[in-house]
């Protein structure tokens, strides 16, 4: 037998369970609520601090820890960025020409969402800039658009502005 006071979200249930013990539903659901908040919250405390398995996730890596594998294609020249032998990313160079730049390679790249600051984009643009059959090399971006702003800024890349463009355009030419 179970007494219920009010509607909706807020009613209140008093009754006896089938073991005959007196409880009172909203308390339940509430002590239910609060405590998976609370763990939710213990969950999200390690995995925003970047804690998974006892490994720090948000780390600066070095340099001789990312690796780039060299992708096949005939549309472009393009690499896949590993860690620990694990995919995290790409950059790949689009062939082009126009009256500005002449014959020139247009970048684009990317690095998942947990895997950023960690400079694992600036270091394997580095490699992959080494690495390229290319010797000039242009991004665009948006303006608002910091974080490949610093990367490529970090890699030796300078910003131009061209006219009737409303993007953000950095180049970069390779010492031959």
Known sequence: MSIKIGSGKNALTIGHSLKGKVH???EEKTSRVTKKSRDNKIALSNTSQGEKGGQNLRRPLLESQITIEK????????????LD???CGWIKFFPNFDNYFKDHATIDFA???????RHIGRFALKKALDASIYLTFVAYLRK??????KVLSAVGFQETSLPKLKQLCMFFKKES
């Open 24 to 26: 009172n539903s909203i």
């Open 111 to 117: 690095v998942p969402q947990p895997q950023r600051g």
């Open 85 to 87: 032998s694990k995919s």
């Open 144 to 149: 608002g658009n910091f974080a490949s702003k």
């Open 71 to 82: 992708m096949t294609s005939k549309k472009f020249e393009g690499w896949r960025i590993k």
